[in-house]
């Protein structure tokens, strides 16, 4: 079983920046992250097939996947963050060699999760 491992999750200002990580086990498929605030539905934030990533309107412009292929991990590099980015963030991955359907947003593709990270951004 494939397990996904979350780190960088913490508390910051408005405006300030955190970097997600999340490491695999050993080799998977289209990875990606979504996120879940308070009382909200879990939402995909980006994802990343080899060279394709998408963004979330929400995401664009102030959020950056990358995988580092040979160790397994997959970051999130978050800029600008606001209060609205609150919520447990996870990492998701497809078995290995199967690519992102669609923008790569729909939980139900997703077969390995993360415990989450938690990031709370105060205003």
């Known amino acids: 079983q494939v397990q996904l491992v979350e780190s960088g999750g913490g508390s910051v200002q408005a405006g300030g920046s955190l970097r997600l990580s999340c490491t695999a086990s050993?080799?998977?498929?289209?990875m990606a992250w979504f996120r879940q605030a308070p009382g909200k539905e879990r939402e995909g934030v980006a994802s990343?097939?080899?060279?394709?990533?998408t963004y979330a309107d929400s995401a664009k412009g102030r959020f950056t996947i990358s995988e580092d292929i040979p160790k397994n991990t997959l970051y999130l590099q978050m800029s600008s963050l606001k209060p609205e980015d609150t919520g447990m963030y996870y990492c998701?991955?497809?078995?290995?060699?199967?690519?992102?359907?669609?923008?790569?947003?729909?939980?139900?593709?997703?077969?390995?999760w993360g415990q989450g990270t938690q990031v709370t951004v105060s205003s």
């Open positions: 050993e080799p998977v498929g289209c």
């Open positions: 990343i097939w080899g060279v394709l990533t």
């Open positions: 998701a991955a497809r078995r290995k060699a199967w690519s992102c359907t669609g923008d790569g947003f729909v939980s139900g593709d997703y077969i390995y």
